[in-house]
Nanobody, 118 residues
Framework: QVQLVESGGGLVQAGGSLRLSCAAS????????MGWYRQAPGKQRELVAR???????NYADSVKGRFTISRDNAKNTVLLQMNSLKPEDTAVYYC????????????WGQGTQVTVSS
C-alpha cells in the first residue's frame, strides 16, 4: 500500500498563488510518475500536471506558464506551485502516484480544496 498525504490549498484571490505538496509513503518500490489532478463540481477529473520518473513533465494547456510541478525524489514528495490563479482553477486537487514495475497501480490522495475568488 502507498499513502499520499497532501497539504496546501485554501482560499485565494484571483492573481494570487498557492503551493500544494504531496508526500508518498508505504510500500514504494518504484514510482513511475507523480502528479496532480483536479475535479470541479459537475466536471470530470482532469490532469493538471505530472512529472515522470525521468524528470519530464506534462501540463494541462490551461495551466501552462502559470503552474510548475517539481519533485524531491529523496523524499518522494511532489510540489505544485500555482501562480496567477484564476477562478476557473477552483476545484478539489488530488495527488496521484503511479507505482510498480510489472504491475502498475494508481494511488490517490484524499484531495485538497483550492478556491479562487474573483
Amino acid at each position: 500500500q502507498v499513502q499520499l498525504v497532501e497539504s496546501g490549498g485554501g482560499l485565494v484571490q484571483a492573481g494570487g498563488s498557492l503551493r500544494l505538496s504531496c508526500a508518498a509513503s508505504g510500500s514504494i518500490f518504484r514510482i513511475n510518475s507523480m502528479g496532480w489532478y483536479r475535479q470541479a463540481p459537475g466536471k470530470q477529473r482532469e490532469l493538471v500536471a505530472r512529472i515522470i520518473s525521468g524528470g519530464s513533465t506534462n501540463y494541462a494547456d490551461s495551466v501552462k506558464g502559470r503552474f510548475t510541478i517539481s519533485r524531491d525524489n529523496a523524499k518522494n514528495t511532489v510540489l505544485l506551485q500555482m501562480n496567477s490563479l484564476k477562478p476557473e482553477d477552483t476545484a478539489v486537487y488530488y495527488c496521484n502516484a503511479n507505482v510498480g514495475v510489472v504491475s502498475k497501480y494508481d494511488y490517490w490522495g484524499q484531495g485538497t480544496q483550492v478556491t479562487v475568488s474573483s
